[in-house]
C-alpha cells in the first residue's frame, strides 16, 4: 500500500569505510548519517567533489552496504536482505539514472529500456509495449531502433530516463542526470524527471552539482565531508508533495535546519 507522506528510507547511523586498514589507505566516506526521505518527496544531495555524495546515494539505493548502521526501506531493516531480494526489490521498486550505470552502447536503444522489464519477467509482447510507452515520454520514439551508440549526449540521457521508468517505480535515483549536458538539454531532462515527479508521484533522489536542477527540489541535503551540514525544506516551493511535516514537527525550516560545526 502507498502512502502519501509515508516515511520510505530511514537512514540510521551509516558509517562507510573504503578498504580494511588505515595504513592500507582506509578511508571514512560516510561519517554517520541520521536522516528521513518520506514517499513523494524530491530530494537534491548537494556538496562539494568527494564529500560521499555518491556513496551515501549508492547506500540508499542499496547497490553497497553501510560498514556500520542501516537504510530501512519502509519497516524493513535491509541490512537483512539476501543478495537475489536487494536484486528484484532494486528491480521492482528502484529506477537509476547513474553515468556509470551505462547502457549497451551496441544494442538498439528499445532493447535497452527493455532490459530492466526482460529482468523482471514480463512477457515479450508487454516489454515492447511499456518500453515504447517510456520512449514517448521522453520523447525518442523515433530513435527506439537506433543503436544506442549513435545517440546525443542528452539522447543518451533521455533514454536511461526511460529505462529508469519503464517499471514504474516508486523511487528514481539520479546521480548527476544533468551533468556533461547544456544548459537547454539540462533543463529538457530535468523537467521530465519532474514531471514524472508530479505525476506519478514519483520519489526523487537526486546528486547534482546544477543548481537549477537542485532549486527545483524542495529539499536540499548538504553533504560536506562525509556529515550532513545542512538540511532544509526550500521555501515557497510549488510542490510540497505532503502535507503532514507538522505533525511531525519538521515542517519549519529552521527546525529542519541542521548545521554542524566542523
Ligand atoms: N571504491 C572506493 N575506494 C576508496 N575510496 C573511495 C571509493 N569510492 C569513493 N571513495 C572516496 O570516498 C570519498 C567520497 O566519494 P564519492 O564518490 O561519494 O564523492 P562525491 O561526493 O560523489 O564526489 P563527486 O561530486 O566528485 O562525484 C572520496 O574521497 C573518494 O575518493
Ligand atoms: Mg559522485
Redesign the pocket.
Known amino acids: 500500500m502507498q502512502k502519501q507522506g509515508e516515511i520510505l528510507f530511514r537512514a540510521k547511523g551509516l558509517i562507510k569505510t ?2 580494511k586498514r588505515k595504513s592500507a589507505g582506509a ?1 571514512t ?1 560516510l561519517k554517520g548519517l541520521d536522516f528521513e526521505i518520506k514517499r513523494g518527496e524530491a530530494v537534491a544531495i548537494i ?1 562539494k ?7 551515501l546515494m549508492h547506500l540508499l539505493a542499496l547497490l553497497d552496504k553501510p560498514t556500520k548502521g542501516k537504510v530501512l526501506l519502509g519497516e524493513e531493516d535491509t541490512t537483512k536482505l539476501r543478495q537475489k531480494e536487494l536484486n528484484a526489490l532494486r528491480n521492482q521498486r528502484f529506477g537509476f539514472i547513474f553515468q556509470s550505470f551505462f547502457m549497451n552502447a551496441n544494442d538498439t536503444v528499445l532493447n535497452n529500456v527493455m532490459l530492466p522489464l526482460k529482468i523482471a519477467g514480463v512477457k515479450p509482447k508487454e516489454r515492447r509495449e511499456r518500453a515504447l510507452e517510456a520512449l514517448k515520454a521522453v520523447e525518442l520514439t523515433d530513435k527506439a531502433n537506433n543503436k544506442a551508440s549513435d545517440l546525443s549526449g542528452g539522447q543518451k540521457q533521455r533514454v536511461c530516463i526511460a529505462r529508469a521508468i519503464v517499471n514504474e517505480p516508486e523511487v528514481i535515483f539520479a546521480d548527476e542526470p544533468t551533468g556533461n549536458l547544456d544548459s537547454a538539454t539540462g533543463m529538457r531532462i530535468t523537467n521530465i524527471l519532474f514531471s514524472l515527479h508530479r505525476n506519478r508521484n514519483i520519489t526523487l533522489i537526486v ?1 547534482t552539482h546544477d543548481a537549477d536542477l537542485a532549486n527545483k527540489c524542495h529539499r536540499q541535503i548538504r ?1 560536506a565531508d562525509g556529515k550532513i551540514v545542512k538540511d532544509v525544506l526550500m521555501p515557497n516551493h510549488e510542490h510540497v508533495p505532503y502535507h503532514d511535516y507538522d505533525v511531525d514537527g519538521i515542517a519549519d525550516e529552521t527546525e529542519r535546519f541542521v548545521e554542524v560545526e566542523e
Do not use: D, P
Open positions: 573504503y578498504g578511508f566516506a556538496g567533489s568527494g564529500s560521499g555524495k555518491s556513496t546528486v553533504i
